[in-house]
C-alpha cells in the first residue's frame, strides 16, 4: 500500500485552480520533490498534504485512510507529520532544546525521555553543544538545522519541507542538499519536498513532480527528466537545452541549418512543426569533420562565455538563422568565427509537445 | 511508528470549516462590539429624533439645537478653532520635526523628549498652566511685562479666542510631530542626493523633494490636529466660557446642565461627528495613498542635513516651542501646587505642602478620584487589549468570512468623538433597563470603546508581524491552535501587549471628554475633579493633583520605554 495517495486533488481560489487535478502516490521511505516555478501550486499542494488547505475536490489518503477530502479535514495537528517551513519558523521564545522537544512533550513522553531523543537527534544534526541557545543567537544554516531536528525527532509518518533552503547563500544551501539526503538515508521518512530550485530537487529526490499552472507536467526521475523531458516546459525548466523546429520533408527532418533522417529521430512522424529539445551538453564539437554515423554540421562559432567549469559555445551552421548552445570541457577553445564542426546524434533529440 | 505516534485520529475526521468554539468566540465578540460601538451610535441617532417626553419621533431637537444664532455661533466657533490651532500647531511641529529627524540641530534627543513631555500633559492641564501665565492682570507673563516695561496692564489675555487657539495647538502639535517624523524617517538621503545632484542646494532639496513627499503625513497630523481641536472638552471650557463665548462641546455641556436636554444634544453633536467623519476619511485617502513614502517601507540610508550656523537657529526654536508648552507651564505649576497663594510669587516664606496634604489627605474626593482615575483606566486597557486582541487574530488569520467587519467596528470608534460618544452612552444606557449612568461601568465601558482603535492598530500590527508558520509548526507537531496560542503566540507578543495596554492606560487615566458626561458622585475622575477645581478657582489644589497625576504617569513610561523603545509614545500608531 502507498504510504500517501493523493487522488485528482484540486484547490480553487475563486474562480483560479492554484492546483488542479493532481494524482500522486508516494512509496513508504521515498523522497518526492515538487518542482516549479513560483505560483504553480507546488506549496498549495503541500499544505493540503499537511491539511491546512481543505482540496476543493479529490482526496488525500495515508496508508489508505482518507484524510482530505472537501467535506472533511482531519486538521494538521493530527496527522502525524511533520513540516519544515520556508522561515523554519523556530520560536524565538524558547531554546534550541526546548524547540527540539516539543513535539516530544506534546506527545507527553517523559523528561528523560524527551532528553535522551532530542540530544540524540542533535547529535545528528551537530548541534549538540547549542542546545541552551535561543534562536536569535544561531546562524541561518544553524536555525535550519534546528528546524530539521525538531521535524525529524517526532518520527514522523510523513516529512513535508516547503523550500526550507531559500533563505540560505548558495554555499550553505549546497551543503545542506546533502546533508537533507543523509538524514533521509538515516531516517527513511517519507517525504515531500518542495522548492523551485531544479539542482535541490534532483541531489535530494527519488522522484521529481514537475508542476506548472496547477498541473502536473511530468514525474519522473531526475536522470530521467533531464533526458527524457515529455514537454517543452520540462524541457526548459531541467537544465538548459535547445529548443529545435523541424518539419517532415519526405524520409528527412529539416531544421534550421541542417537535417537528419526521420526514421533515426524520435516521434517524427507526426505533420506540421515538429519540436524538439537537444542538450548543449549532448551536441560534440570539433575543428576536424568527424567521422560516425551522426550528423555532422559545418559551423561558425558566434559568440562564447566561459564558466569556469565549462564554455558555452553559440554555434551557427553555415546557412542557418539562429546559433545553438554548445557546452564543452574547459580546455576546449575555439575563437569567436572560426569554423567548426557540429556533432549531433539523433537519439539524444528529444521530441517534446 | 514507535510510540511517538499521536492517538490513530485519522479514523475521526473533523469538518473543514465546523461550528466549534471559532464561532461561539466569533459570536461573542460580535454582541460586545454591538454593544460598545454600534448600540451607543444607534441610540444617539434615535435620540436625536425623540421627542423628550413622549419618545414619538421628531424634528424638534433639531430644531432647537439650530434654532438660536448663539447655538450656530458655538458651531462655527468650533471650526475657527480648529482651523486656527491646526495651523498653529503645524508652525510649532513641522520645523521641529524636520530638524529632529533629518538635520543635525543639537538637542535632537532633547527636543525628542520634550515633545513626548508635550504629549502627555492633559491639555485641560496645559490650559491651568496657560491661566497662570497669561491671565489678565494677575498672570506671570503680564507681571513680567508691566515690571520690564512700567506699563499699567500687561498685552496677554488667555481668555480669548487666540488665547484659547494657542494653547490648544501647544498641546495637540505632538500629533502633527509624529506623522511628519515618521514620513521623513522614510524619505532616502538617495532622494535627496538626487536633487542635489541635479544641481540643487539644500534648502531648494528641502522645498521641492523632502517636504513634498512628506506633505500627505503633514496633512494628515494638522486634520488630526482639527479634529482634537474641535472635539476637546476641557480647555475650551475653562477659557471660552470666562471669555464669553461658546464652542461646540461646551454649548453640549450646557445642554446637559439641569434639566438634561439629551435629545438636543444628540441633534446638536451630529454636526461634530460628521465632520470628523468626513475629515478621517480625507485623511485615510492621503495618507494611504500609494507611491508616498509614507508606505514604501525601508527608504535606504539617511544622512542628516547639515545646517551649518543655522543649527542653532532651529534649536533656538524648538527651545522657545519646548518653553511655552513645557518649561513655562511647568514651572508655575509648580510654582502653584507648593505656594500658599501663587500670586504672591516665589518668595521662601510663599512656600508649603499644605496643598499636596489637602488634596491627598483632607480634601472629601480627590484622592478617590486618582484611585478611580487609575482603576478605570487599567479595567478598559485590560478589556480593550483582550478584545482587539481576540479581533485581531480572528482577522489576521482569516478564521471568519467577514472577519474585516469586526476589524471595522473595532476602528469605528476613532471618528466619535469623546464627547459625542458619551451622548452616545448616555442616550443607550442611562435610562432603564440598565441604568448605568453614574456607574463605573458606563465609565469603563466608555474608555474601552473610546482606545479600542489604539488597541486594534496595535494587536493587528503585533500580530501581521508574525509568520503564521510560527503557529503552523506548532500544529504540524501536534499542537492544537490553543496550544500555538499559549505556547508561542502570547509568549512572542507580550511586549506589544504590554505597549498596547500602556498607549491606552496612559491616555484613559487623563480623559476628560466622556467622563463628564457620565460620572457620578462616587465615581468622579481625577480629570474630572481637575475641572471642578478650576471652576471653583482653586488653583493651588488644581496645579498639586495635576502634578500628583503627572507625576504617577511617569513610572508606566519609564516601563514602556524599557520594554518597547524610548519613542514608544511617539509612533505613528500610538495615536
Given at each position: 500500500?502507498?504510504?500517501?495517495?493523493?487522488?485528482?486533488?484540486?484547490?480553487?481560489?475563486?474562480?483560479?485552480?492554484?492546483?488542479?487535478?493532481?494524482s500522486?502516490?508516494?512509496?513508504p521511505?521515498?523522497?518526492?520533490?515538487?518542482?516549479g516555478?513560483?505560483?504553480?501550486?507546488?506549496?498549495?499542494?503541500?499544505?493540503?498534504?499537511?491539511?491546512f488547505?481543505p482540496?476543493?475536490?479529490?482526496?488525500i489518503?495515508?496508508?489508505?485512510?482518507?484524510?482530505?477530502?472537501?467535506s472533511?479535514?482531519?486538521?494538521?495537528?493530527?496527522?502525524?507529520?511533520?513540516?519544515?517551513?520556508?522561515?523554519?519558523?523556530?520560536?524565538?521564545?524558547?531554546?534550541?532544546?526546548?524547540?527540539?522537544?516539543?513535539?516530544?512533550?506534546?506527545?507527553?513522553?517523559?523528561?528523560?525521555?524527551?532528553?535522551?531523543?532530542?540530544?540524540?537527534?542533535?547529535?545528528?544534526?551537530?548541534m549538540?553543544?547549542?542546545?541552551?541557545?535561543?534562536?536569535?543567537?544561531?546562524?541561518?544554516?544553524?536555525?535550519?538545522?534546528?528546524?530539521?531536528?525538531?521535524?525529524?525527532?517526532?518520527?514522523?509518518?510523513?516529512?513535508?519541507?516547503?523550500?526550507?533552503?531559500?533563505?540560505?547563500?548558495?554555499?550553505?544551501?549546497?551543503?545542506?542538499?546533502?546533508?537533507?539526503?543523509?538524514?533521509?538515508?538515516a531516517?527513511?521518512?517519507?517525504?515531500?519536498?518542495?522548492?523551485h530550485?531544479?539542482?535541490?530537487?534532483?541531489?535530494?529526490?527519488?522522484?521529481?513532480?514537475?508542476?506548472?499552472?496547477?498541473?502536473?507536467?511530468q514525474?519522473?526521475?531526475?536522470?530521467?527528466?533531464?533526458?527524457r523531458?515529455?514537454?517543452?516546459?520540462?524541457?526548459?525548466?531541467?537544465?538548459?537545452?535547445?529548443?529545435?523546429?523541424?518539419?517532415?520533408?519526405g524520409?528527412?527532418?529539416?531544421?534550421?541549418?541542417?537535417?537528419?533522417?526521420?526514421?533515426?529521430?524520435?516521434?517524427?512522424?507526426?505533420?506540421?512543426?515538429?519540436?524538439?529539445?537537444?542538450?548543449?551538453?549532448?551536441?560534440?564539437?570539433?575543428?576536424?569533420?568527424?567521422?560516425?554515423?551522426?550528423?555532422?554540421?559545418?559551423?561558425e562559432?558566434?559568440?562564447?562565455?566561459?564558466?569556469?567549469?565549462?564554455?558555452?559555445?553559440?554555434?551557427?551552421?553555415?546557412?542557418?538563422?539562429?546559433?545553438?548552445?554548445?557546452?564543452?570541457?574547459?580546455?576546449?577553445?575555439?575563437?569567436?568565427?572560426s569554423?567548426?564542426?557540429?556533432?549531433?546524434?539523433?537519439?539524444?533529440?528529444?521530441?517534446?509537445? | 511508528?514507535?510510540?511517538?505516534?499521536?492517538?490513530?485520529?485519522?479514523?475521526?475526521?473533523?469538518?473543514?470549516?465546523?461550528?466549534?468554539?471559532?464561532?461561539?468566540l466569533?459570536?461573542?465578540i460580535?454582541?460586545?462590539?454591538?454593544?460598545l460601538?454600534?448600540?451607543?451610535f444607534?441610540?444617539?441617532?434615535?435620540?436625536?429624533?425623540?421627542?423628550?417626553?413622549?419618545?414619538?419621533?421628531?424634528?424638534?431637537?433639531?430644531?432647537?439645537?439650530?434654532?438660536?444664532?448663539?447655538?450656530?455661533?458655538?458651531?462655527?466657533?468650533?471650526?475657527?478653532?480648529?482651523?486656527t490651532?491646526?495651523?498653529?500647531?503645524?508652525?510649532?511641529?513641522?520645523?521641529?520635526a524636520?530638524?529632529?529627524?533629518?538635520?543635525?540641530?543639537?538637542?535632537?534627543?532633547?527636543?525628542?523628549?520634550?515633545?513626548?513631555?508635550t504629549?502627555?500633559?492633559?491639555?485641560?492641564?496645559?490650559?491651568?498652566?496657560?491661566?497662570?501665565?497669561?491671565?489678565?492682570?494677575?498672570?506671570?507673563?503680564?507681571?513680567?511685562?508691566?515690571?520690564?516695561?512700567?506699563?499699567?496692564a500687561?498685552?496677554?489675555?488667555?481668555?480669548?479666542?487666540?488665547?484659547?487657539?494657542?494653547?490648544?495647538?501647544?498641546?495637540?502639535?505632538?500629533?502633527?510631530?509624529?506623522?511628519?517624523?515618521?514620513?521623513?524617517?522614510?524619505?532616502?538621503?538617495?532622494?535627496?542626493?538626487?536633487a542635489?545632484?541635479?544641481?540643487?542646494?539644500?534648502?531648494?532639496?528641502?522645498?521641492?523633494?523632502?517636504?513634498?513627499?512628506?506633505?500627505?503625513?503633514?496633512?494628515?497630523?494638522?486634520?488630526?490636529?482639527?479634529?482634537?481641536?474641535?472635539?476637546?472638552?476641557?480647555?475650551?471650557?475653562?477659557?471660552?466660557?470666562?471669555?464669553?463665548?461658546?464652542?461646540v462641546?461646551?454649548?453640549?455641556?450646557?445642554?446637559?446642565?439641569?434639566?438634561?436636554?439629551?435629545?438636543?444634544?444628540?441633534?446638536?453633536?451630529?454636526?461634530?461627528?460628521?465632520?470628523?467623519?468626513?475629515?478621517?476619511?480625507?485623511?485615510?485617502?492621503?495618507?494611504?495613498r500609494?507611491?508616498?513614502?509614507?508606505?514604501?517601507?525601508?527608504?535606504?540610508?539617511?544622512?542628516?542635513?547639515?545646517?551649518?550656523?543655522?543649527?542653532?537657529?532651529?534649536?533656538?526654536?524648538?527651545?522657545?516651542?519646548?518653553s511655552?508648552?513645557?518649561?513655562?507651564?511647568?514651572?508655575?505649576l509648580?510654582?502653584?501646587?507648593?505656594?500658599?497663594?501663587?500670586?504672591?510669587?516665589?518668595?521662601?516664606?510663599?512656600?508649603?505642602?499644605?496643598?499636596?496634604?489637602?488634596?491627598?489627605?483632607?480634601?472629601?474626593?480627590?484622592?478617590?478620584?486618582?484611585?478611580?482615575?487609575?482603576?478605570?483606566?487599567?479595567?478598559?486597557?485590560?478589556?480593550?487589549?483582550?478584545?482587539?486582541?481576540?479581533?485581531?487574530?480572528?482577522?489576521?488569520?482569516?478564521?471568519?468570512?467577514?472577519?474585516?467587519?469586526?476589524?471595522?467596528?473595532?476602528?469605528?470608534?476613532?471618528?466619535?468623538?469623546?464627547?459625542v460618544?458619551?451622548?452616545?452612552?448616555?442616550?443607550?444606557?442611562?435610562?432603564?433597563?440598565?441604568?448605568?449612568?453614574?456607574?463605573?461601568?458606563?465609565?469603563?465601558?466608555?474608555?474601552?470603546?473610546?482606545?479600542?482603535?489604539?488597541?486594534?492598530?496595535?494587536?493587528?500590527?503585533?500580530?501581521?508581524?508574525?509568520?503564521?508558520?510560527?503557529?503552523?509548526?506548532v500544529?504540524?507537531?501536534?499542537?492544537?491552535?490553543?496550544?500555538?496560542?499559549?505556547?508561542?503566540?502570547?509568549?512572542?507578543?507580550?511586549?506589544?501587549?504590554?505597549?498596547?495596554?500602556?498607549?491606552?492606560?496612559?491616555?484613559?487615566?487623563?480623559?476628560?471628554?466622556?467622563?463628564?458626561?457620565?460620572?457620578?458622585?462616587?465615581?468622579?475622575?481625577?480629570?474630572?475633579?481637575?475641572?471642578?477645581?478650576?471652576?471653583?478657582?482653586?488653583?493651588?489644589?488644581?496645579?498639586?493633583?495635576?502634578?500628583?497625576?503627572?507625576?504617577?504617569?511617569?513610572?508606566?513610561?519609564?516601563?514602556?520605554?524599557?520594554?518597547?523603545?524610548?519613542?514608544?509614545m511617539?509612533?505613528?500608531?500610538?495615536?
Amino acid at each position: 500500500m502507498s504510504k500517501l495517495a493523493l487522488k485528482n486533488v484540486a484547490r480553487l481560489y475563486g474562480s483560479v485552480a492554484a492546483v488542479a487535478d493532481f494524482s500522486l502516490e508516494l512509496a513508504p521511505g521515498e523522497f518526492v520533490s515538487l518542482l516549479g516555478p513560483s505560483g504553480c501550486g507546488k506549496t498549495t499542494t503541500l499544505r493540503m498534504i499537511a491539511g491546512f488547505v481543505p482540496p476543493s475536490a479529490g482526496t488525500i489518503e495515508m496508508e489508505g485512510q482518507q484524510i482530505s477530502s472537501p467535506s472533511s479535514v482531519v486538521p494538521p495537528e493530527k496527522r502525524r507529520m511533520s513540516m519544515i517551513f520556508q522561515s523554519y519558523a523556530i520560536w524565538p521564545n524558547m531554546t534550541v532544546g526546548e524547540n527540539v522537544g516539543f513535539g516530544l512533550q506534546v506527545r507527553r513522553l517523559s523528561r528523560a525521555e524527551i532528553d535522551r531523543r532530542v540530544d540524540a537527534i542533535l547529535d545528528v544534526v551537530q548541534m549538540r553543544n547549542l542546545k541552551g541557545r535561543y534562536p536569535a543567537e544561531l546562524s541561518g544554516g544553524q536555525q535550519q538545522r534546528v528546524a530539521l531536528a525538531r521535524a525529524i525527532v517526532v518520527e514522523p509518518e510523513v516529512l513535508l519541507l516547503d523550500e526550507p533552503l531559500s533563505n540560505l547563500d548558495a554555499n550553505l544551501r549546497e551543503e545542506m542538499r546533502f546533508e537533507i539526503r543523509r538524514l533521509h538515508d538515516a531516517f527513511k521518512i517519507t517525504t515531500v519536498y518542495v522548492t523551485h530550485d531544479q539542482s535541490e530537487a534532483m541531489v535530494t529526490s527519488d522522484r521529481i513532480v514537475v508542476m506548472n499552472k496547477g498541473r502536473i507536467e511530468q514525474v519522473d526521475a531526475p536522470h530521467r527528466l533531464y533526458a527524457r523531458p515529455r514537454s517543452r516546459f520540462v524541457a526548459g525548466f531541467i537544465g538548459r537545452t535547445n529548443f529545435l523546429e523541424g518539419a517532415r520533408q519526405g524520409s528527412e527532418v529539416g531544421f534550421d541549418g541542417f537535417s537528419a533522417a526521420a526514421s533515426r529521430l524520435e516521434g517524427a512522424n507526426g505533420t506540421g512543426t515538429l519540436l524538439y529539445s537537444l542538450r548543449p551538453q549532448a551536441i560534440g564539437l570539433s575543428s576536424q569533420k568527424p567521422n560516425g554515423s551522426s550528423v555532422v554540421v559545418e559551423s561558425e562559432i558566434a559568440g562564447r562565455s566561459y564558466l569556469g567549469e565549462y564554455w558555452d559555445y553559440q554555434v551557427r551552421p553555415l546557412g542557418a538563422a539562429k546559433p545553438m548552445r554548445v557546452s564543452t570541457g574547459p580546455n576546449v577553445v575555439f575563437e569567436v568565427g572560426s569554423r567548426v564542426w557540429l556533432d549531433i546524434d539523433p537519439a539524444a533529440m528529444v521530441r517534446v509537445d | 511508528m514507535t510510540v511517538t505516534a499521536l492517538p490513530s485520529a485519522a479514523a475521526r475526521p473533523q469538518r473543514g470549516i465546523s461550528f466549534d468554539s471559532t464561532w461561539l468566540l466569533w459570536a461573542a465578540i460580535i454582541a460586545v462590539l454591538l454593544f460598545l460601538v454600534v448600540s451607543p451610535f444607534i441610540y444617539l441617532v434615535i435620540t436625536s429624533f425623540s421627542d423628550q417626553r413622549t419618545g414619538a419621533f421628531t424634528f424638534a431637537n433639531y430644531a432647537t439645537a439650530y434654532g438660536r444664532s448663539r447655538y450656530v455661533d458655538a458651531l462655527l466657533n468650533s471650526l475657527r478653532l480648529g482651523g486656527t490651532a491646526a495651523l498653529l500647531a503645524g508652525a510649532f511641529a513641522v520645523p521641529l520635526a524636520w530638524a529632529v529627524a533629518r538635520t543635525d540641530m543639537p538637542g535632537r534627543g532633547l527636543t525628542r523628549m520634550l515633545v513626548l513631555a508635550t504629549f502627555i500633559t492633559p491639555p485641560y492641564t496645559g490650559a491651568v498652566a496657560w491661566i497662570l501665565l497669561a491671565g489678565p492682570n494677575a498672570g506671570w507673563l503680564n507681571r513680567f511685562y508691566t515690571l520690564l516695561t512700567g506699563a499699567e496692564a500687561g498685552p496677554f489675555n488667555i481668555y480669548s479666542f487666540t488665547g484659547l487657539a494657542i494653547v490648544i495647538a501647544l498641546y495637540s502639535f505632538p500629533y502633527v510631530f509624529i506623522f511628519t517624523t515618521a514620513a521623513l524617517e522614510l524619505v532616502s538621503s538617495e532622494m535627496e542626493d538626487a536633487a542635489n545632484i541635479l544641481g540643487a542646494g539644500p534648502w531648494r532639496t528641502m522645498w521641492r523633494v523632502t517636504l513634498p513627499l512628506a506633505l500627505p503625513a503633514i496633512l494628515g497630523g494638522l486634520i488630526i490636529c482639527f479634529l482634537e481641536a474641535i472635539a476637546l472638552f476641557g480647555s475650551p471650557a475653562m477659557i471660552a466660557i470666562p471669555a464669553r463665548f461658546n464652542v461646540v462641546t461646551t454649548q453640549l455641556f450646557q445642554f446637559f446642565g439641569n434639566p438634561v436636554r439629551v435629545e438636543v444634544a444628540a441633534a446638536y453633536a451630529m454636526p461634530l461627528l460628521g465632520v470628523t467623519i468626513l475629515l478621517i476619511l480625507m485623511q485615510q485617502l492621503m495618507t494611504r495613498r500609494k507611491g508616498f513614502v509614507a508606505l514604501t517601507g525601508k527608504g535606504g540610508e539617511r544622512r542628516p542635513i547639515l545646517l551649518g550656523r543655522w543649527r542653532w537657529v532651529m534649536f533656538g526654536y524648538a527651545m522657545f516651542v519646548a518653553s511655552l508648552a513645557v518649561f513655562l507651564p511647568y514651572l508655575f505649576l509648580l510654582q502653584a501646587a507648593f505656594a500658599k497663594a501663587w500670586g504672591r510669587g516665589f518668595a521662601l516664606d510663599n512656600l508649603s505642602l499644605r496643598n499636596f496634604h489637602f488634596v491627598l489627605f483632607e480634601h472629601a474626593t480627590a484622592a478617590k478620584s486618582v484611585i478611580n482615575s487609575f482603576l478605570y483606566a487599567g479595567a478598559s486597557a485590560t478589556a480593550a487589549v483582550i478584545l482587539t486582541l481576540c479581533v485581531a487574530y480572528i482577522v489576521v488569520r482569516r478564521l471568519v468570512p467577514f472577519g474585516g467587519l469586526l476589524g471595522f467596528l473595532c476602528v469605528a470608534p476613532f471618528v466619535i468623538p469623546g464627547v459625542v460618544l458619551a451622548i452616545g452612552f448616555y442616550a443607550a444606557y442611562a435610562p432603564p433597563p440598565l441604568s448605568l449612568y453614574g456607574t463605573a461601568l458606563i465609565l469603563i465601558l466608555a474608555f474601552t470603546t473610546r482606545f479600542l482603535p489604539i488597541g486594534y492598530v496595535n494587536a493587528g500590527a503585533a500580530l501581521r508581524s508574525l509568520n503564521p508558520e510560527m503557529e503552523e509548526a506548532v500544529r504540524v507537531l501536534g499542537g492544537s491552535r490553543l496550544t500555538a496560542l499559549r505556547r508561542v503566540v502570547a509568549p512572542l507578543l507580550k511586549r506589544s501587549l504590554l505597549g498596547a495596554w500602556l498607549l491606552i492606560f496612559i491616555p484613559a487615566t487623563r480623559e476628560l471628554s466622556a467622563a463628564i458626561f457620565l460620572y457620578g458622585p462616587n465615581t468622579k475622575v481625577a480629570s474630572v475633579m481637575i475641572f471642578d477645581m478650576s471652576e471653583e478657582g482653586n488653583l493651588e489644589y488644581l496645579a498639586a493633583l495635576a502634578l500628583i497625576l503627572q507625576v504617577l504617569t511617569l513610572p508606566l513610561l519609564w516601563i514602556g520605554q524599557k520594554a518597547l523603545g524610548r519613542d514608544f509614545m511617539l509612533r505613528r500608531n500610538a495615536t
